[in-house]
């Protein structure tokens, strides 16, 4: 049996901006997030390969502790390079599978960051290697062509970052919208969505239209991926999971100021509420008012950060991942469904800790 305890007693980044009076005032609370993954018929060698939360997310989210159980296997926790991509990598190489449990214990309090406060004289300030990395870009997310192009038309007569990430923001909760048929949480084939005109998907799609057009004007951006882990305390029924949340997945998007750190959004969320909320609603109705208002600068957290990365490659493995937020295995030649976890029989369960 491989089992092993990490504990990470997390020291809190200052926070970039001003914080919320409640978030300052503490606000934190704890959950177990546990992953258990049972592969359904193995066929030979099977290999398995967990998202492990973020350990320290800026003041918002920090990892007390993680815990697995894989009888009988090779176990790593791997640090990805690039993207604060951690996971866990488990192996059978003779075929002899057994359950796997991933269990963390993490920690998380609300972002609620006033655009117009004045930074703090102890943020944390990020490198000019980390900004130009997230100014790349990837194999989904270009930066040049309809993408520039869309990007320059939205920011024209919009003066700094935080004036033109606002233009996209609207602009991206203006013109698309939440398709129910998108398998998952989407992939984020930018180009594509803009060169079909076709605007609609999920989480993946819509935030990551959000990072590829704010890097495109010159300005730092990522997705964070991660997944659901608590009821929304916000009055959004359609905004949040407890138990079983297996299938609840969700990425966001942040954008960075030079003097302010990095700023929450969640355009995809807005038009998750126009879709889903009390069974559909117009965008000029109180909720969705109050979410388009509330989602450039806050995060509920009631969901739990991953990572941040694109293009991930997997140990092992030939071809990049678009991103990482589901669990992924493979036994034999045969790729696991990480869309299916039915069949792939994953469970992910969150439970609050009081």
């Not at 918002?60 to 990805?80: E, F, K, M, N, S």
């Not at 057994?98 to 006033?114: F, W």
């Not at 944390?124 to 192009?149: C, F, K, N, W």
């Not at 609207?170 to 180009?191: F, I, L, M, Q």
């Amino acid at each position: 049996m491989k089992r092993r305890n990490f504990l990470a007693c997390a020291t809190l980044a200052p926070a970039a901006l001003a914080i919320h009076p409640a978030c300052a005032a503490g606000g934190w609370r704890s959950f177990d997030v546990v992953t258990r993954v049972d592969v359904a018929d193995p066929a030979g060698p099977t290999r398995l390969w967990l998202p492990v939360p973020l350990r320290e997310a800026g003041d918002y989210q920090r990892v007390l502790a993680t815990q697995w159980d894989a009888p009988g296997a090779q176990v790593r926790l791997i640090d990805v390079p690039g993207d604060d991509v951690r996971l866990l990598a488990v192996e059978w190489p003779r075929g002899d599978v057994g359950p796997v449990t991933l269990t963390t214990r993490v920690q998380t309090r609300d972002r609620d960051i006033t655009r117009a406060a004045r930074p703090t004289a102890h943020r944390r300030v990020e490198s000019h290697q980390a900004l130009q990395h997230y100014l790349r870009p990837t194999r989904l997310l270009p930066t040049g062509g309809i993408v520039a192009d869309t990007a320059r038309r939205i920011t024209t007569g919009h003066d700094g970052d935080v004036d033109k990430a606002r233009a996209i923001y609207e602009w991206v909760v203006e013109n698309t919208n939440r398709d129910a048929s998108v398998a998952g949480c989407g992939v984020g084939d930018v180009a594509s969505m803009l060169e079909s005109g076709h605007l609609g998907g999920k989480c993946a799609d819509i935030n990551a239209l959000f990072v590829a057009l704010a890097r495109a004007s010159g300005i730092p951006a990522r997705d964070a991926y991660g997944v659901r882990i608590a009821a929304s305390r916000l009055g959004y029924h359609c905004l949040g999971r407890a138990g079983d949340v297996s299938k609840s997945q969700h990425c966001r998007a942040e954008f960075h100021v030079e003097d302010r750190g990095w700023i929450p959004v969640d355009p995809a969320d807005v038009r998750k509420v126009v879709l889903e909320e009390d069974g559909g609603s117009a965008m000029d109705s109180p909720k969705v008012r109050a979410a388009r208002a509330s989602m450039f600068g806050t995060w509920e957290m009631n969901w739990i950060v991953y990572n941040h990365g694109h293009d991930v490659m997997l140990p092992g493995e030939e071809r990049p991942l678009p991103f990482l937020m589901y669990p992924q295995g493979r036994t034999g030649q045969r790729r696991l469904d990480s869309l299916a976890p039915a069949s792939f029989t994953y469970h992910i369960t969150s439970t609050e800790v009081t």
